[in-house]
């Protein structure tokens, strides 16, 4: 017989809480007017904040941090989890508050934003603190599920409605994969235990062809949620054709558990399987890094840019973590949080030059940005250089983490690789700087946001170069996090 | 001729369990079942034929006319001169339409009504299959009528029955949700799928049976049971006003008797259904004071709750206009399906407090669950 | 052969023969009818299993209503078959490689070598009183009942997600508001006129 304590629900609760919220949100907006709608969006970044306030209610005494498990081992929490569930959502109220105004100037500010918002975010929630296939590939399932919804939520842009069928068909393609790779690894283990998979995997003895068959597949899934070429083919078509606000939001939290994924499935489950999956990662990385700065050189529309930019970033992020060892892991999850919060910079930017009737889009849109808001542009500047991994902003010690994970196992060409394709993207990272500050600007008009928005970009401007200037604190994170 | 004269009955009987004995288990086991089969579906055969008589007579009772009173004394055998003339009318298959799909379409909605008689207890343990999953087995087979419905309306390539398929689907889906909950009501308070097990449940009487504590649930399943056969007033997928006759317009002769069969055959269903979830089925509605053989528990008193709920299905026919496309639609899902979810909430919440009938006591007494 | 061998081969071939057709059959009524099909061999070898609850709910629940709905859908549908199969010869070759390729695959993989009977004993049968409704329903509200709860979480978001794509709101649409029509009163709709009662011989004057 079992009772409700043995559930040990106490750990869970922000993942409780997160999904009262949603529900709430969703009743409440039912009885509102469409001009009431702030009160949905004020009830969102509310319970957020609660939200933040019960994760960090989770830190255990004597700060000695173990795994704690719930639900039958379904769920799991640890310093791991309880930093990437700050970082998500965190994010997500981030891109909450980027996107108010952007949705009011297209009629699109709706409650149902902020619902698949949540739910999203409970996904990912769920995806890092998984300890069992089953809630791994619910959580991505509910995370992807509300990002379809999510992409087509303009639904008077055509732009959107294919963005959102590519990404559904994709996506539920990628489902498939890893779900039928996890099928495999069941088949030979007998279990969906993370931990359990783990033990069995280190007893058996030689080469498994079935273990392998799954491996593979598995990778794969990964690959496409990650977005690693040659599974990168919806990221561009994605960021482009979504709301920006959307894509501000696919570009940054998702990321973050989509690292949590990598680390769950493969270093904590397939981890006796390191070498194999080390030489696929190294064939996405190079890959990724190569396409993603290449083609980057040549798009015109910001949005675009951005996405390949992403793909190499994704490169790098797996440098990190093919290194398969804790040194690789921390810096991976280092770049990875610092990557996420560059990318919503950038974005942030984006949707503060859009105005009613008008995408700033197109890259010729960022000219003169210096000329009509010196500050936006300096904010700019930063997460640019950032990206491009220039010092003293925090890209440059992500990038330079990485390369010395990858160098500590040997692998120098790897690192030199990785060191070429981004010089080659230093080019376009230039190419805005100089148009920001070097151009006239085509469009002298006014930049009119509002208070709220103007002081977290800043902020999120500000902390990139922070932690640039500062980067121990999150390191010793990051580090203690895999120890 | 002199061997004729050994051929007493003994020596045919002894004969006969002889070659009984010679067979292969599994043919015997089929032999015997197919017996049962037949001993359930010739009266159900009968019972569908007389309904249709009684039909026409109480409504015509109803509405101040006599009803049929021509073919054999008081009409008693109409229901036969009607078959016969049916089954010697030519099927016309339309031009265009698929021929074999045409053909199975009326065995396709027949065929799930007598299959779910596999699992109907008319006594204890008098049932073709004992079945756990007896209640979902009865769902789903419920479900499959509408497929001979749709593939009807599809394959006889007329606008008119298309347009009936459609309404069909449509209200099917509907209302199957609600009375798929309203048996989530009925489990709940059984504490079992097994039909069997459900009627056991409601030992004890008239105040005993399920009607009582789960009323909301019973009107929506009967109602939605109304629905599903598509019988006046949600006979939208047939309306004779507008869309002719629906889905079956194309069809004469034997396919469409048998779509008439399987309407009936439907009725008795759902009526015997009703009855065994709501009402009892075979229990005495005077609980354990009675042991005379009429009062006590019998298969009679499932054949007469049974033929109360028909004659509903009639008086409703009688009495009701025809409900407009959108207000069926309306009440299934605004309506019915509302008030299932919040009767099994409440429903839920007794059971676990233990409240009314769930209490310790009355479950301890009847054997519990 | 036992009996039990001759079902499931019966039913495992009706599954593949259905299974062809859904994909090669011209109609796609036709398909959707031979995906039904597909179900019910499925369902059958489901009960062989003795997951009798698996079984009934996937007639139930896919036959029942989903697939219901899909004809609903496609028989609406006016499918130019001939425009569809124009790229198919060109792209046939390809995909019959690659179709070619991932079977010998499946069978290096998931064959009787690593999954047969030597690998994984066959189940033990179960007695006639087990209940795989209730063996399903204990499991599921206790140990997997995270991920029963999560399940529901992602069906919710369809809904939403489905009704948020979906729904729009048209000004010029006509539709009923039963509320309104409850209140109406007789001296709303009737209008009682006094006329002089008229002979036939005053009509005829």
């Keep these: ?483 | 001729m002199e061997w004729l004269l050994s051929l007493t009955p003994d020596f045919i009987l002894e004969f006969a369990l002889e070659f009984w004995g010679w067979l292969p288990m599994w043919l015997q086991v089929l032999a015997e079942n197919m017996l049962y089969i037949v001993m359930i579906m010739v009266p159900l055969m009968l019972c569908v034929a007389y309904v249709t008589y009684a039909e026409r007579k109480i409504i015509g009772y109803m509405q101040v006319r006599l009803g049929p009173n021509r073919v054999g004394p008081k009409g008693w055998l109409q229901p036969i001169a009607d078959a016969v003339k049916l089954m010697f009318k030519e099927v016309i298959i339309p031009t265009n339409s698929n021929k074999f799909l045409f053909l199975f379409a009326p065995i396709l909605t027949l065929g799930p009504a007598l299959a779910a008689w596999a699992v109907i207890p008319f006594f204890d343990g008098v049932q073709l299959s004992n079945l756990n999953a007896g209640l979902l087995y009865i769902l789903a087979l419920t479900s499959m009528g509408v497929y001979g419905v749709i593939i009807a309306g599809w394959s006889s390539n007329s606008k008119y029955a298309i347009l009936g398929a459609l309404r069909s689907a449509a209200q099917v889906v509907a209302y199957e949700i609600a009375m798929g909950f309203a048996l989530v009501g009925v489990l709940m308070a059984a504490g079992s799928l097994n039909l069997g097990d459900i009627i056991a449940r409601q030992a004890g009487g008239f105040t005993s049976w399920f009607w009582l504590p789960l009323f909301p649930l019973l009107a929506v399943y009967f109602i939605s049971g109304v629905a599903e056969t598509n019988r006046a007033p949600f006979d939208v997928a047939e309306g004779e006003s507008e869309i002719v006759a629906g889905f079956h317009v194309d069809y004469s002769g034997m396919a469409f008797a048998v779509f008439f069969l399987a309407e009936y055959a439907n009725i008795i269903l759902i009526a015997a259904l009703t009855s065994l979830m709501f009402f009892g089925g075979w229990m005495s509605p005077f609980g354990s004071m009675a042991d005379h053989a009429l009062l006590g528990d019998g298969t009679h008193w499932f054949i007469l709750k049974t033929m109360f709920f028909i004659y509903m299905f009639l008086w409703f026919r009688a009495t009701f206009p025809r409900y407009r496309y959108d207000q069926i639609m309306r009440l299934g899902w605004k309506v019915f399906i509302p008030v299932t979810i919040v009767w099994i909430f409440v429903e839920a919440v007794m059971v676990v407090m233990q409240w009314g009938p769930w209490a310790v006591e009355t479950v301890a007494a009847v054997g519990g669950a | 052969m036992t009996f039990f061998e001759v079902v499931f081969y019966a039913f495992s071939t009706l599954m593949v023969v259905a299974a062809l057709g859904v994909v090669s059959a011209r109609n796609p009524v036709h398909s959707v009818l031979f995906l039904v099909l597909t179900f019910f061999a499925g369902s059958a070898i489901w009960l062989l299993l003795e997951a009798e609850f698996l079984a009934i709910t996937l007639v139930l629940v896919y036959v029942g209503a989903v697939m219901v709905l899909f004809l609903f859908v496609v028989m609406m549908l006016d499918i130019n078959i001939t425009r569809m199969r124009e790229g198919l010869m060109r792209y046939a070759p390809f995909g019959i490689a690659i179709a070619i390729l991932l079977i010998v695959q499946m069978i290096m993989v998931v064959g009787p070598e690593n999954f047969g009977l030597q690998a994984f004993a066959a189940p033990e049968l179960h007695g006639a009183d087990y209940s795989n409704t209730k063996e399903l329903g204990r499991v599921l509200y206790t140990d997997y009942v995270y991920a029963f709860e999560l399940a529901s979480v992602i069906l919710l978001v369809a809904i939403v997600a489905a009704i948020t794509l979906t729904m729009r709101r048209r000004p010029n649409t006509r539709h009923q508001i039963p509320g309104e029509q409850m209140k109406v009163m007789k001296q709303d709709r009737l209008r009682i006129v006094n006329m002089k009662s008229e002979t036939i011989d005053s009509e005829d004057k």
Aim: glycine share 8%.
């Design chain 1, 1 to 483: 017989m079992m009772t409700l304590e043995m559930l040990n629900l106490s750990i869970a609760m922000p993942e409780m809480f997160l999904l009262a919220l949603a529900c709430t949100v969703l009743v409440v907006d039912v009885y509102l007017k469409d001009s009431q709608r702030n009160v949905t969006y004020m009830l969102s970044q509310l319970g957020l904040i609660i939200t933040l306030i019960l994760i960090s209610q989770q830190t255990p005494q004597n700060n000695e941090w173990t795994r704690e498990l719930a639900f039958n081992g379904l769920f799991v929490n640890d310093l791991l989890a309880t930093v990437l569930k700050y970082a998500v959502v965190l994010l997500v109220a981030i891109v909450f508050v980027y996107s108010r105004r952007y949705l009011q100037d297209r009629n699109i500010f709706k409650g149902e934003f902020y619902v698949l918002g949540l739910f999203g975010l409970l996904g990912m929630m769920v995806m890092i603190s998984a300890n069992h296939f089953l809630s791994m590939y619910l959580g991505l399932e509910l995370l992807s599920l509300s990002l379809y919804a999510m992409v087509a939520f303009d639904r008077e842009n055509p732009n959107a409605a294919e963005a959102a069928m590519k990404y559904f068909v994709l996506g539920a393609i990628a489902s498939g994969m890893l779900l039928y790779g996890m099928s495999m690894v069941y088949g030979m283990t007998g279990s969906l235990n993370i931990v359990e998979v783990a033990v069995a995997l280190d007893q058996m003895e030689g080469d498994n062809i079935v273990l392998i068959f799954g491996l593979v597949f598995m990778v794969i899934g990964i690959s496409f949620k990650l977005g690693a070429v040659p599974f990168h083919m919806w990221i561009p078509d994605v960021y482009h054709g979504s709301p920006t606000t959307v894509t501000s939001y696919i570009a940054t939290a998702p990321k973050v558990a989509g690292f949590a994924m990598v680390i769950r499935l493969l270093a904590e489950s397939m981890g006796s399987f390191q070498a194999d999956w080390q030489g696929m990662m190294i064939i996405l990385a190079v890959l990724s890094m190569a396409v993603g700065n290449v083609i980057a050189i040549a798009q015109t529309n910001l949005k675009r840019l951005l996405a390949y930019s992403t793909i190499s970033h994704v490169g790098f992020i797996m440098l990190g973590l093919l290194a398969g060892n804790q040194e690789g892991y921390s810096a991976a999850m280092f770049y990875t949080l610092t990557y996420t919060l560059m990318s919503l910079g950038g974005f942030g930017i984006i949707i503060l030059l859009t105005r009613k009737g008008f995408e700033a889009d197109n890259i010729n849109d960022l000219k003169g940005l210096n000329q009509r808001s010196p500050w936006f542009a300096f904010i700019m500047l930063i997460v640019v250089f950032s990206m491009a991994g220039v010092p003293p902003t925090v890209g440059f010690w992500a990038k330079l983490a990485v390369l010395k994970a990858v160098v500590n196992i040997d692998m120098l060409w790897l690192a030199l690789v990785a060191v070429f394709f981004s010089i080659i993207g230093i080019f376009y990272y230039l190419r805005i700087i100089k148009l920001m500050y070097f151009d006239d600007a085509e469009d002298k008009s006014e930049i009119n946001c509002t208070r709220d928005m103007q002081i977290a970009l800043s902020a999120n401007g500000l902390s990139v170069l922070m932690l640039g200037l500062y980067p121990a604190a999150l390191m010793s994170i990051c580090i203690a996090a895999f120890s």
